[in-house]
């Protein structure tokens, strides 16, 4: 059984809650947030293999940070890791649909399933799934909620009165 461990850190868009599996980055999770696990998966309290992580998100809030650098643990499907993988390569304060994600993919015909996966990501704003927008530039579906994922992209293209921290 692996080992896991969990804390909390603030932020402009609530509390945080870093999950940790043998020492590696395995969530983020928001408040209220749509497929947050339960609390109980989390592991013992223990803020040790976090500072970094910390370090890293306080940078990104302060507006000093754009790309994280940090070991992560994605736990999910091969199709999932694909998704979350193409994630991570949406620059700083851009966007992509859905369908722009399935076609990088290679595979056209797959936004839906392309969305899903987004929906799933276990380590929020570090894999930047709020990068993600519908065709017509709507802000569809974020799993923690479009007020967050609205303030996340203002922050990222530059509102001043999101760089909180």
Same mark, same amino acid.
């Given at each position: 059984?692996?080992?896991?461990?969990?804390?909390?850190?603030?932020?402009?868009?609530?509390?945080?809650?870093?999950?940790?599996?043998?020492?590696?980055?395995?969530?983020?999770?928001?408040?209220?947030?749509?497929?947050?696990?339960?609390?109980?998966? /989390?592991?013992?309290?223990?803020?040790?293999? /976090?500072?970094?992580?910390?370090?890293?998100?306080?940078?990104? /809030?302060?507006?000093?940070?754009?790309?994280f650098d940090l070991e992560m643990r994605l736990e999910g499907t091969e199709f999932q890791r694909c998704v979350w993988g193409q994630l991570r390569k949406i620059p700083y304060g851009e966007t992509r649909t859905?369908?722009?994600?399935?076609?990088?993919?290679?595979?056209?015909?797959?936004?839906?399933?392309?969305?899903?996966?987004?929906?799933?990501?276990?380590?929020?704003?570090?894999?930047?799934?709020? !990068?993600?927008?519908?065709?017509?530039?709507?802000?569809?579906?974020?799993?923690?909620?479009?007020? !967050?994922?609205?303030?996340?992209?203002?922050?990222?293209?530059?509102?001043?009165?999101?760089?909180? /921290?």
């Amino acid at each position: 059984m692996p080992d896991k461990q969990h804390t909390i850190v603030e932020s402009p868009y609530g509390p945080l809650t870093l999950v940790a599996t043998d020492g590696v980055l395995s969530g983020l999770y928001m408040t209220a947030q749509r497929h947050r696990p339960p609390e109980e998966t /989390f592991g013992v309290p223990d803020p040790g293999p /976090f500072g970094e992580t910390a370090r890293q998100l306080e940078a990104y /809030f302060g507006g000093e940070l754009k790309d994280f650098d940090l070991e992560m643990r994605l736990e999910g499907t091969e199709f999932q890791r694909c998704v979350w993988g193409q994630l991570r390569k949406i620059p700083y304060g851009e966007t992509r649909t859905y369908g722009e994600l399935a076609e990088e993919l290679g595979k056209p015909g797959a936004s839906r399933a392309v969305g899903l996966a987004n929906g799933k990501n276990p380590i929020g704003i570090i894999v930047p799934c709020h !990068r993600v927008i519908g065709s017509t530039g709507s802000l569809t579906g974020y799993g923690g909620g479009l007020d !967050r994922k609205q303030r996340l992209l203002a922050f990222e293209g530059g509102a001043e009165d999101d760089a909180l /921290f």
